[in-house]
């Protein structure tokens, strides 16, 4: 198993204003999608990474203390946290330093999902690459 997650499922129930807020928070575009009679915005992801979605399902709906999924935010954490009320959220958790694994923020979506944003310290990254 490379990863514990392939695929993530975020629920909403305005797609478009959810689309747009994650777009904006992240700075990338989401692409639009339906999946049987479920309509969907995907999250960019390299072919072999984990990916995920915004879902419009009528047998889910978005709740703040359900699962916690944290988005990558490498090398952009502070300007997505100072993106979060821009784009219709609110922090919940500002940044703060968790180690070794980087530095992660909570934040509460124009839905009402609280989502976690993720990054890893520099030298992780540059250990990786």
């Known amino acids: 198993m490379k990863n514990a997650i392939n695929w ?3 629920p909403v129930t305005d797609l478009d204003r959810a689309a747009r807020f994650y777009e904006r928070l992240l700075g990338v575009e989401l692409k639009r999608e339906k999946f049987g ?6 999250f960019p992801s390299d072919e072999r990474g984990v990916g995920g979605a915004l879902v419009l399902d009528a047998r889910r709906k978005p709740h ?9 935010a490498s090398g952009k954490l502070d300007a997505c946290v100072e993106r979060v009320g821009q784009s ?8 703060i ?8 923020a909570l934040v509460i ?3 009402g999902n609280t989502i976690g944003l993720h990054a890893p310290r520099e030298e992780q990254v540059r250990k990786t690459a």
């Open 37 to 42: 009679d479920m309509d969907m915005a995907i």
């Open 88 to 95: 219709g959220g609110k922090v919940v958790l500002p940044k």
């Open 109 to 111: 979506d124009s839905e």
């Open 97 to 104: 330093d968790i180690g070794d694994p980087g530095f992660i």
């Open 64 to 72: 703040a203390d359900g699962t916690l999924v944290y988005l990558d």
């Open 8 to 10: 993530f499922e975020v």
